[in-house]
């Protein structure tokens, strides 16, 4: 059992092979074979021995609490064979850090969605009260300042995020058959979090956020035929107007977060049925390894000779175009 | 598919069976009649789909219909008064600030320009020009600067001549004008519409969008702007 194995709670592991384990019944009635450490934590008191002081038996039975938890919901709702086949899966060879890029912009997301619910009691999406209570909740709500910030930077954190987590994808070829769907629900997030800094923009409505919001809805407006009526439509009307706000607030938090919800769901769906891409760098096992071992020597090396040592320092030979510069 | 059996049955003959004499009669489904088009579940599956279909439609389209109706909404004229004849001269520029969208605090107002016609630019003296101070380019607030005679923009620095025309930075048109007239001796400003490079009065577009030719085509008028005059 990895140690990572012996953090979850028994009915999340992966149960004992055949033979493995003492087939022991622990106190709760079930088989410490697939949850040896149980054992192990109550070694302090005799192997599991039971104590006649009622105050351990207490702390005995607390101990495995959690554990009667997660058993009683994962009877009644299964999740855990989901959890850990998703948890537990396998990823290829050379998977390091830049593979929680993905990760990070989840937990950006997250957190500007709890910190946007908790901003949404005391914002008024009112073009005469929206700049007061933005500077209220600023200035006098507790811990306003904080939560705004956090918003307010997470935003910026997550549009970095994203593209990173994209430059990731792209240099790492793991955009290719068959994720090219993911690649393509991935750059609806994309299009989906610039709408959203968009419409989050106007919300503080001051004049920064008033002037940038008429320069961005008159740049949609630009574009021929529909361009026109997106702004109309953006705006409520043909000028910034008595809805407009409500309309950007409704869209930034109701609308958008749905969708991008949604989406996410889809993407990390096909992340886990798709599987991650190995680096670039690592190369795939063509032969099982016993067979590599013995033909390592017979792989052809370049017709050069240069990866041998042979032919190292070959003079300069225009005719020779193996080695130009490309 | 009974059909085809059949005459694969004949083809054959009997010299080649294929299939054991012993083979059961293919199953029909519940319902079947001779000379269906459509099994009976078929036409369930797409009715209910239809249904389905019907069902969200009902929901869909009246609630994008109610975000989409501003956009035909036909605007209501609003003349309001920004001063007696007498505070306007021809040689310069007043800026007057008038409330375009009611009910909204600060965020309704904008400001005007205001000037009487010149003799010298070949205007009527008894007409009075209403320049926008919203940029051409992309809405940003330009400023009439005295000294220079120029309407100045802020954000990407387009400029303007004393009749609005570009003289440079990136905006697309001469900056917008206000539909004026004299009511008791006080000039009134009405609805705002946009010019050609030619000055020739077109219906009122939004900042960023070109005027004259094809572009009035590309960049179509909309319902919700007042007619040109």
Redesign the interface.
């Known amino acids: 059992m990895s140690r990572f194995e012996k953090l979850l709670p028994p009915p999340m592991r992966r149960p004992a092979k055949p033979g493995e384990g003492d087939g022991h019944v622990g106190t709760n009635g079930k088989t410490s074979a697939a949850n040896g450490e149980v054992t192990a934590l109550k070694e302090q008191d005799g192997n599991g021995a039971r104590t006649d002081d009622a105050g351990a038996r207490v702390v005995e039975k607390a101990k495995d609490a959690p554990a009667d938890l997660v058993g009683w919901v994962d009877e009644r709702m299964g999740g855990t064979s989901f959890l850990t086949a998703m948890l537990l899966r396998k990823v290829p060879k050379g998977t390091n850090w830049f593979y929680t890029l993905g990760s990070a912009t989840l937990f950006a997301f997250v957190v500007q969605a709890l910190t946007g619910v908790f901003l949404a009691m005391y914002y008024t999406p009112s073009t005469v009260e929206a700049y007061a209570s933005i500077t209220y909740l600023t200035n006098d709500v507790f811990m306003g300042e904080f939560v705004r910030g956090m918003h307010k930077w997470g935003a910026s954190v997550m549009v970095i995020l994203v593209f990173v987590h994209m430059a990731r994808t792209f240099f790492f070829g793991a955009y290719k058959y068959p994720r090219e769907l993911n690649w393509v629900i991935g750059v609806v997030l994309l299009i989906l979090t610039m709408v959203m800094g968009f419409t989050g923009y106007l919300l503080p409505f001051d004049q920064r956020s008033y002037w940038a919001t008429i320069v961005g809805v008159n740049i949609n407006g630009t574009a021929p035929i529909l361009g026109p009526y997106l702004s109309d439509f953006l705006r409520a009307g043909p000028e910034f107007g008595a809805t407009t706000l409500q309309r950007f607030y409704a869209i930034h938090m109701l609308l958008l977060p749905g969708a991008i919800i949604g989406l996410i769901g889809a993407h990390l769906y096909l992340v886990v049925k798709m599987g991650t891409t190995a680096p670039p760098w690592i190369r795939a096992d063509r032969k099982p390894k016993d067979a590599r071992t013995q033909e390592v020597d017979a792989i052809p090396v370049a017709t050069n000779g240069h990866r041998d040592g042979s032919a190292t320092t070959n003079g300069a030979d225009p005719s020779d175009d193996e080695r130009a510069a490309r | 598919m009974a059909d085809s059996d059949d005459k694969n049955g004949k083809s054959n003959g009997g010299a080649d069976e294929r299939r054991p004499p012993e083979t059961l009669p293919e199953m029909k489904p519940v319902g079947y009649f001779e000379g269906e088009s459509m099994t009976r579940r078929k036409v369930f599956a797409i009715g209910g789909q239809a249904l389905g279909g019907a069902a969200g439609a009902v929901i869909i389209l009246p609630a994008l219909g109610f975000?989409?109706a501003?956009?035909f909404?036909e605007?209501e004229e609003n003349w309001q008064a920004v001063g007696p004849r007498g505070d306007f001269v021809p040689d310069t520029y007043k800026s007057r600030v008038i409330t375009?969208?009611e009910?909204?605090?600060e965020?309704?107002k904008t400001t005007v320009y205001v000037r009487q016609g010149s003799p010298d630019l070949d205007e009527d003296p008894n007409e009075y020009i209403a320049i926008t101070s919203r940029c051409a380019h992309?809405?940003?607030?330009v400023r009439f600067v005295q000294a220079a005679g120029n309407f100045i923009c802020p954000?990407h620095g387009g400029a303007y001549d004393f009749t609005g025309q570009v003289v440079v930075g990136p905006p697309v048109r001469p900056l917008d004008r206000f539909q004026t007239r004299v009511v008791d001796d006080a000039v009134e400003i009405g609805p705002r519409y946009s010019v050609t490079s030619q000055l020739e009065p077109v219906r009122?577009?939004?900042?960023?969008?070109f005027t004259g030719g094809v572009w009035e085509y590309?960049?179509?008028p909309?319902p919700?702007?007042a007619p040109a005059p």
């Open positions: 975000a989409i501003p956009i909404d605007p375009i969208v009910g909204i605090g965020a309704g992309l809405g940003c607030p954000c009122a577009r939004d900042p960023g969008e590309l960049y179509p909309r919700s702007t």
